[in-house]
């Protein structure tokens, strides 16, 4: 089955920047979008098609792709932004597969 | 704005049928297709399915045989049935608003999500 390979935690200094990647066969022919999940809370997506952001997301959140690796950089981190982090796709039968997840510790 | 409310059983003996329901609030229920996600405790998303307004149904290949995703177009609400659970399908269970109909699955992304149902199978 189709996989999306993300590291499983960054940890990152108040202020600093921090890259999450998400590496996929098919991610260069896919969009690939991304999630942030609080502990007990449901997913909120951040990243949409790649680089859009959704109404309310801050510009220091930002996507980019390049070949099968997709990134998610959040930039001057703070402590709210300490959470799960997970990549999504579609393979090419339609099958919705989402990034192993990685934790972000500030 | 969109807003989803789901509820069901939290408590299951294995090999019972897991019964979940969603409502959707506001927006439009036509225009889009209508998934379940599910999350074992610490562990990372699955999708199980999804479904729109005409009951097209997809499901993923790894649960395909045990899953029925049925819609109600009177009420805006979609349900979510899986037979013969084992404890493996112990998870929190989502529901969330996919991809526009008319829209490839390859663009589909999902929001919002509904608040979670942990459902716990246990003998």
């Known amino acids: 089955s189709y996989e999306l390979t993300q590291p499983p935690s960054v940890s990152v200094s108040p202020g600093q920047t921090a890259r999450i990647t998400c590496s996929g066969d098919?991610?260069?022919?896919?969009?690939t979008h991304w999630y942030q999940q609080k502990p007990g809370q449901a997913p909120v997506v951040i990243i949409y098609k790649d680089t859009e952001r959704p109404s309310g997301i801050p510009e220091r959140v930002s996507g980019s792709s390049s070949g099968t690796t997709v990134t998610l950089t959040i930039s001057g981190v703070q402590a709210g932004d300490e959470a799960d982090y997970y990549c999504q796709s579609a393979d090419s039968s339609g099958t919705y597969v989402f990034g192993t997840g990685t934790k972000v510790t500030v | 704005q969109v807003q989803l409310q789901q509820w069901g059983a939290g408590l299951l003996k294995p090999s019972e049928t897991l019964s979940l329901t969603c409502a959707v609030y506001?927006?439009?229920?036509?225009?889009?297709?209508w998934s379940w996600i599910r999350q074992p405790p610490g562990k990372g998303l699955e999708w199980i399915g999804e479904i729109n307004h005409s009951g097209s149904t997809n499901y993923n290949p790894s649960l395909k045989s045990r899953v029925t995703i049925s819609v109600d177009t009177s009420k805006n609400q979609f349900s979510l049935k899986l037979s013969s659970v084992t404890a493996a399908d112990t998870a929190v269970y989502y529901c969330?608003?996919?991809?526009?109909?008319?829209?490839?699955?390859?663009?589909?992304?999902?929001?919002?999500w509904g608040q979670g149902t942990l459902v716990t199978v246990s003998s």
């Open positions: 098919a991610l260069a022919k896919q969009y």
């Open positions: 506001g927006g439009s229920f036509s225009g889009y297709y």
């Open positions: 969330a608003r996919g991809r526009q109909k008319g829209i490839a699955a390859r663009r589909g992304w999902f929001d919002p």
